[in-house]
């Protein structure tokens, strides 16, 4: 069998694998490349033609796991995704909101380039609603811990790795020309302890491992937890300064989170019940998702269900829906937790909080997640003076703040107990993907160090396996 790393070589985004059995083509993944420097039209361009490959497996929903799915759709693939129920739910919502987001770029090249008198080029979406809905029409889910026979030689289990409700690894068991061989593809790995979701489980023994290496070479902080930060935080700028805390959330996975600890820090009485405003339509729906799979959630999230009631809902929290009712947050003038969408492309509705609120000394804006280079959060972190919001030069007068803790991401230190569960005897070999150079070059380290074979593979070179 032969195994190609077509997305995520040496980088992060963009996930794609290609496993080859005997003339049988499986795609793990198929994620959309945003690496700064790269076009989203480039993500047409498929080192395979789509037609030929026969199933896709899909490890979890996130844009950069799952993303081109529906080019690969519009451009032949005519198969089945394979995927578990919660993944194929909130894989739909986050293409339609990609769909939203192409338009809207798209719209703004158009406007751009007429003012500049400039004709041709391509300002097309990648692709469309209908391109979505028929890609969602191939989606067939499969239950965690369940095999599923792909075709007579291969057979497909799903083991839960936490990071984001319906997350997998997917773990193949195939018969090679009479050889028996096992592969696991990790997607992304989650951490212990995590609000909502249960921890990553163990991965079966397999002679092949082709892991994520986000955060290779990073240790996630561990002086203080959560509950302990968003306590600080709040009472410092909602109640001492009696100001406003604006927090840019992923809207599906760190939103319930976030959400989700703030209601047991106000029903615990910990912290007065201050005004919390959720302004993500995506987040609001993706939440239904939550409560559809509740059974999947952790224990902690399913004994406050039975004592406490709903999880991502309390007294003082408000999802906000329409544009108009958004808009009216920025006149909302007592103290209040405002929770906008910011997704790894940069847009979505926080850039109008922030645009009002950046020069607010009684505003504090608090990251809980990575922002890449380039972005504005990475611009606000550096503490650049002076940042660019909608064509505006702005002063930064908000208090800027950052926590690792909602990351959903494991560290190094769970990434290289992933492996190390794995039997040295047997393991052939470890292929690192979805990482920087860096992150990679410092886990590469380790694992060898531990005694594995391991890989970085190159970008569409066939490994023999």
């Known amino acids: 069998m032969k195994l190609t790393i077509h997305g995520a070589a040496r980088q992060v985004t963009g996930s794609m ?45 996130h844009i950069d796991h799952s993303g081109n799915l529906p080019t690969l759709v519009r451009m032949g693939f005519g198969g089945q995704i394979l995927c578990t129920p919660p993944t194929a739910e909130l894989t739909e919502l986050l293409l339609m909101d990609s769909v939203s987001i192409f338009q809207h770029k798209a719209h703004k090249n158009r406007k751009h380039r007429r003012g500049r008198h400039h004709h041709g080029g391509n300002s097309q979406p990648l692709y469309l609603q209908k391109h979505v809905i028929d890609t969602a029409e191939r989606f067939i889910t499969i239950g965690f811990n369940r095999s599923f026979q792909i075709n007579d030689n291969i057979e497909l289990t799903f083991v839960p790795v936490g990071h984001l409700l ?76 009696q100001g406003r805390l604006i927090i840019p959330a992923f809207s599906i996975g760190r939103t319930q989170a976030l959400v989700f600890s703030l209601n047991k820090l106000f029903s615990s009485g910990k912290l007065p019940r201050v005004k919390v405003f959720v302004d993500s339509p995506l987040a609001a ?24 009631g709903d999880e991502f809902e309390f007294d003082n929290l408000t999802y906000v829906e329409s544009l108009k009712d958004s808009r009216q947050v920025s006149n909302y003038w007592e103290p209040c937790i405002i929770i906008s969408s910011a997704g790894m492309l940069e847009g979505g509705r926080i850039q109008d909080h922030l645009f009002y609120n950046i020069q607010n000394y009684y505003c504090t804006i608090l990251f809980i997640g990575y922002c890449a280079k380039g972005t504005l959060g990475y611009r606000l972190l550096r503490g650049d003076p002076v940042v660019h919001i909608k064509d505006r030069e702005l002063a930064v007068y908000a208090t800027i703040k950052q926590t690792d803790l909602f990351s959903a991401h494991g560290d190094h230190e769970d990434l290289l107990l992933n492996v190390k569960q794995q039997d040295k005897a047997s393991l052939r070999n470890v292929f690192l993907v979805h990482g920087d150079p860096e992150s990679m070059e410092a886990f590469s380290q380790a ?19």
């Open 447 to 465: 694992v060898a160090d531990e005694g594995y074979n391991v890989t970085i593979p190159e970008k569409g070179l066939a490994y023999e396996l």
């Open 166 to 241: 319906g997350a997998a690894a997917a773990i193949l068991k195939i018969n090679d020309n009479g050889e028996e061989k096992t592969i696991a593809f990790t997607g992304d790995i989650g951490r212990k302890n995590y609000p909502v979701l249960n921890d990553p489980q163990q991965l079966p023994k397999v002679d092949y491992l082709v892991t994520e290496s986000t955060y290779g070479g990073r240790f996630h902080t561990k002086e203080k937890t959560i509950e302990e930060v968003l306590t600080e935080t709040i009472e410092k700028a909602c109640i001492k300064e």
């Open 285 to 308: 729906r993706s939440t239904n998702t939550f409560r559809k799979h509740h059974s999947l959630l952790n224990e902690e999230a399913q004994s406050f269900y039975q004592t406490q």
């Open 17 to 61: 694998h290609l496993l080859e059995v005997s003339g049988y083509k499986i795609l793990i993944d198929c994620g959309l490349d945003y690496e700064k420097g790269r076009s989203l039209q480039e993500n047409e361009e498929f080192p395979f033609n789509p037609a030929e490959i026969n199933v896709v497996i899909l490890t979890h929903a």
